[in-house]
């Protein structure tokens, strides 16, 4: 893994990505991405398709490796479980949602004595708990996109990464969705969120990330990047103008 130990990322973020460059099908994908993760609150990381998002939360995970460039963790979030990331279409076990978690809590070292009182707690945080015995695959779009931001949560992580976590939900579905994330991030986990939807952007975030084409275009403070963007790429992006 192109993980630097001796360097961290820098005061109050909890990982950045310096330069970090990507070649997949004969182009630069992520093309000398810079990106702080600040280490609190949540981050919602904005841009076109096909600009890098999903690819740059996988780096951050360490799935993928960077051709070049440096993935710089923070002290917290170093250890092998402190980055938990949800796929966009999350994959569940072909079994209950207790069994989904349980199977979680036991994957993560989670001590046996310990797991009945865990599970508890996340059934009652993701209120899953009169779906408990459903079959997971067998739940609608929403409650399986809950049983999977749990099941990371399982591992306790210190940062969270969403990718697009409520696409195709709808209004009541992603209510659920973004209470969790917002509940997630009041407890001190650092959350961050892949989104297309300024509205959901606008509810959710403290920070602001806007990508495009693999780079990083504009860094900042949710409210004041709402309001008025600084890069003519966001501008254009917002104002629905922006395809690739
Ligand atoms: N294995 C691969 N081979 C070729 N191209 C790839 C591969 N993986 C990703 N890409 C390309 O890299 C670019 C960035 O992909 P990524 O999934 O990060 O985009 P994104 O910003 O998440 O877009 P979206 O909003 O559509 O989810 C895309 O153009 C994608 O087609
Ligand atoms: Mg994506």
């Known amino acids: 893994m192109l993980r ?11 990982i950045r990505l ?7 099908g004969g182009r630069m994908v992520l093309d000398g991405l810079h990106l702080a993760i600040p280490a609190t609150g949540i981050t919602a990381i904005m841009g076109p398709n096909g600009a890098g998002k999903s690819l740059s939360l996988r780096v951050m995970a360490g799935l993928i490796e960077p051709d070049s460039g440096s993935v710089l963790p923070s002290e917290a979030v170093r250890g092998r479980q ?9 994959v569940l076990l072909r079994r209950s949602v207790r069994a989904n978690l349980r199977h979680a809590l036991a994957v993560y070292g989670v001590p046996r004595r310990k797991r009945r009182e865990r599970l508890g ?9 009169a779906i408990a015995d459903a079959p997971a695959r067998a739940l609608s779009g929403g409650e399986q996109q809950r049983v999977a931001m749990v099941r990371a949560l399982a591992a306790c992580p210190k940062l969270l990464l969403l990718d697009e976590p409520t696409a195709s939900l709808d209004p009541q579905a992603t209510a659920a969705i973004e209470t969790l994330i917002l509940n997630t991030a009041a407890s001190g986990t650092a959350v961050v969120i892949v989104t297309h939807d300024q509205g959901q952007a ?4 403290d920070h602001i990330r806007f990508v495009h084409k693999g780079a990083l275009t504009e860094a ?3 409210a004041q990047f709402l309001l008025a963007q600084k890069s003519p790429e966001a501008q254009a992006y917002l104002a629905g103008k922006l395809l690739l």
Not at 82 to 90: H, R
Not at 121 to 129: K, S
């Open 4 to 14: 630097l130990v001796a360097t961290g990322p820098g005061p109050d973020a909890a």
């Open 18 to 24: 310096e330069g970090v460059s990507l070649r997949r």
């Open 82 to 90: 402190e980055i938990a990331l949800v796929f966009q279409k999350p």
């Open 121 to 129: 707690e996340l059934l009652d945080f993701g209120r899953l708990a």
């Open 202 to 205: 606008g509810r959710l975030a």
């Open 220 to 222: 900042a403070p949710a």
